[in-house]
């Protein structure tokens, strides 16, 4: 099934693409600074000294409702934000996740570990360095979170600022993930909306900074569900092209019950057969719009992708895409 294509998600796209390889090498830095300041946050920035490689900033940024996720690749860098900067009114709190390379804010531990992150405020005066290591270009995530967002769920959350978070690995591994599949445009299908996203990421960055007691509470019970439902749907993503599987197949991969798993559907609209049929409509769907496959009769692609009835994969294809296979395979070669 090397052939099949992943599906697009179509409510996630940037809201920010930028890179400085379209201006002239002289004109890189200035360029970047003018654009960071009036698309991201008013910050003093400055090229590390003893920084000898070419000047290369490119990033990409997602609205996901209330919250903005952010990928910052590049050089060296030194990002300030003073009190004249801070009388801006922006009080957001910024979480950074270290992928490559290294970052510190004055005063904290130096985080070089990969998914090592720490909290700041656009509230507070700060000196921020990213660095790379052996000569490469550094990367990292950032999460922009209005303050309202943010305090609710965490306790004294001005006072985490400093706190270096490496110890709660699974978790920010968890954030690194999610950040890539937003990159690569392939989050579970679990999430329908910015909004939803941008809700199961806050709930992650609360229960690593430190949430209150009722917070850390609601957000247990969000994240495991959605982390559940997420490998369930890659698992029948990945399995449905077994004719025999089965709602305990899913049970026994999850490590649950099949009640559980017909709970988690529940919420989501759908039962497992209807999940396990539209795995496989898609992936015939995916077939018969491939240049390669045209010559395939549409009953081996029903067989490949788990039909034995041809008829019935017939009548439920034009149920779900409005059009015989026939009528779908002459559109897509149009």
Same mark, same amino acid.
């Given at each position: ?149 943010? #305090?609710? *769920?965490?306790?004294? &959350? ?9 110890? +709660?690995?699974? $978790?920010? !591994? ?70 025999? #599987?089965? *709602?305990?197949?899913? &049970? ?9 798993? +017909?709970?988690? $559907?529940? !919420? ?67």
């Amino acid at each position: 099934m090397s052939e099949l294509n992943t599906p697009s998600v179509p409510w996630l796209k940037p809201s920010i693409q930028f890179c400085t390889d379209q201006y002239p090498a002289s004109e890189r830095f200035s360029v970047w600074q003018d654009a960071y300041v009036g698309r991201f946050s008013n910050r003093q920035l400055a090229r590390v000294p003893g920084d000898t490689i070419p000047f290369f900033r490119r990033t990409t940024s997602f609205a996901l409702g209330a919250i903005t996720f952010s990928c910052f690749e590049g050089s060296p860098l030194r990002s300030s934000r003073t009190r004249r900067h801070v009388a801006d009114g922006n009080d957001d709190f910024v979480f950074h996740i270290n992928r490559h390379g290294g970052m510190q804010m004055e005063g904290s531990t130096w985080v070089s570990a990969q998914h090592g992150a720490f909290l700041s405020s656009n509230a507070c005066v700060s000196d921020i360095t990213y660095n790379c290591s052996d000569r490469n270009y550094g990367s990292l995530y950032t999460l922009s979170i209005p303050r309202r967002l943010l #305090l609710p *769920l965490v306790q004294d &959350a001005d006072n985490c600022l400093l706190n270096c978070s490496n110890h +709660q690995l699974p $978790l920010l !591994q968890s954030l690194s993930r999610c950040g890539q599949d937003i990159l690569e445009g392939t989050v579970a299908t679990s999430f329908t909306t910015p909004e939803s996203l941008g809700d199961y990421m806050l709930d992650l960055v609360s229960m690593v900074v430190g949430p209150s007691r009722d917070a850390k509470a609601m957000a247990n019970r969000r994240t495991v569900r959605t982390a559940r439902l997420a490998r369930l749907l890659a698992y029948v993503r990945h399995s449905f092209l077994s004719r025999e #599987l089965q *709602l305990s197949d899913a &049970a026994n991969y999850l490590g649950t019950t099949e009640r559980y798993v +017909q709970q988690l $559907l529940e !919420q989501d609209g759908k039962t497992f057969t209807e999940l396990v049929q539209e795995s496989r409509l898609n992936a015939a769907a995916s077939l018969l719009s491939l240049r390669s496959k045209r010559s395939h009769l549409i009953a081996d692609i029903a067989t490949q992708c788990g039909f034995n009835n041809v008829s019935y994969f017939n009548r439920m294809f034009k149920q779900r895409f409005d059009k015989t296979p026939r009528e779908y395979r002459a559109q897509m070669a149009v």
